[in-house]
């Protein structure tokens, strides 16, 4: 890896591993997840509270941040450390979920990905060599390729071992792009991660694992999952791209999940996590708990004076209701979705730090039983 970073495995029980990544602006115990900072904030949630629940790492939007404000103002401020406050490690990714997100305002070739803006229909465009450039502006510590992120159509979901035309043809295009972003690269001081696609093909996952693996990557990311797949299909393709990529590297799962997607990518050798989930759901009245989720909102909590989970250690369970927080819901009261977002990330944070044990213990699957039996899965 550059200088600056290192990624150690300290422990293994069966394929999941527990260990540090290490960057410019802090360590980082894996497995770990990554709030989801779109426009260089957790919705409602500032550094200090972010700092509070355990987080270790935030994760921003290249081609949301590229609109606005700019990389250029960005990097003016100190970059995203400067600029935001969090003096913690920063992912950056790379733009290329959006061409799947706004895909009706988008156009594709060989060159890159043009954008309408869904703002004002400015048209912004990204090439493997800008994605690569904003992000060295925007200096986050993990930069990622550029890929195309394609949503299986339903033939290709019905049809998982037959390889289409076009996920073929998106699949060689990411690792075109692949090569490019890592030729394009001029910071010394930020990683680059490469991103396995192929959709929902066995074959194609481990196609590109290989070649990605043969470029000049400091890590690896699987893309395009948690699309419309099962499951079970997608612990399998995980597990193969794995098993063609560096056990020296971390391994980063993009933009899943609920609880048990981190618990069983973990179980097939995944570090590293983000996903909107547990601010989304808090905002909409759904808390996660050791018993499995709440819909705090139900009239079942009116006059509940329990915290949201009695297990918790997070400052919402040590001063408020179930009611309460119920009460700020129904009143459209922002502290309500703050407060339920807030909790539900040290849900998360404390989910993965009991898998870090459970792994250096030697109790991963059982502990993994556990948490499924109580999610109902």
Not at 85 to 92: F, V
Not at 246 to 256: D, F, H, I, N, S
Request: with cysteine; aromatic share 6%.
């Amino acid at each position: 890896m550059r200088p600056g970073f290192s990624f150690v495995v300290q422990h293994t029980d069966g394929v999941a591993r527990s260990g540090v990544l290490s960057t410019p602006h802090g360590a980082i115990e894996t497995p770990a997840f990554m709030p989801v900072a779109t426009y260089g904030a957790v919705r409602g949630i500032g550094p200090e509270d972010l700092e509070g629940v355990g987080a270790q790492i935030l994760l921003a939007n290249t081609y949301h941040l590229h609109e606005r404000p700019g990389e250029e103002l960005i990097a003016e401020h100190g970059g995203l450390h400067g600029f935001t406050g969090w003096r913690g490690p920063w992912l950056t990714d790379s733009g290329g979920y959006q061409i799947t997100s706004l895909t009706n305002r988008i156009e594709l070739d060989e060159d890159g990905v043009r954008f309408a803006s869904p703002l004002d229909g400015t048209r912004r465009a990204l090439t493997p060599e800008s994605a690569v450039a904003v992000q060295e502006a925007l200096g986050a510590d993990i930069a990622m390729a550029l890929d195309e992120c394609r949503r299986p159509d339903a033939e290709e979901l019905a049809r998982p071992d037959e390889v289409s035309l076009r996920l073929q043809a998106a699949t060689d295009r990411t690792l075109r792009w692949a090569e490019r972003c890592a030729k394009a690269r001029t910071r010394n001081d930020q990683a680059l991660f490469g991103i396995v696609q192929g959709g929902i093909s066995e074959s194609l996952r481990r196609h590109s694992a290989r070649h990605t693996a043969a470029f000049d990557f400091d890590g690896f990311a699987h893309g395009g999952l948690g699309l419309g797949e099962l499951a079970g299909r997608r612990s399998e393709l995980v597990a193969v791209a794995n098993g063609e990529l560096p056990r020296e590297a971390p391994r980063y799962l993009m933009g899943l999940g609920l609880p048990m997607d981190l618990l069983d990518a973990v179980a097939v050798g995944t570090d590293l996590f983000d996903c909107v989930i547990p601010t989304r759901n808090g905002r909409h009245g759904v808390v996660f708990t050791r018993e499995g989720a709440l819909r705090v909102r139900s009239a079942r909590y009116r006059d509940d004076e329990a915290p949201l989970d009695e297990t918790c250690d997070c400052p919402v369970c040590a001063r408020h209701s179930r009611a309460y927080i119920r009460h700020l819901l129904q009143a459209n009261e922002m502290l309500g979705g703050r407060l339920a977002s807030l909790h539900n990330l040290r849900f998360y944070m404390r989910l993965l730090e009991d898998a870090r044990r459970a792994i250096a213990e030697g109790r991963f699957e059982a502990f993994r039983a556990e948490m499924a039996a109580a999610a109902g899965a």
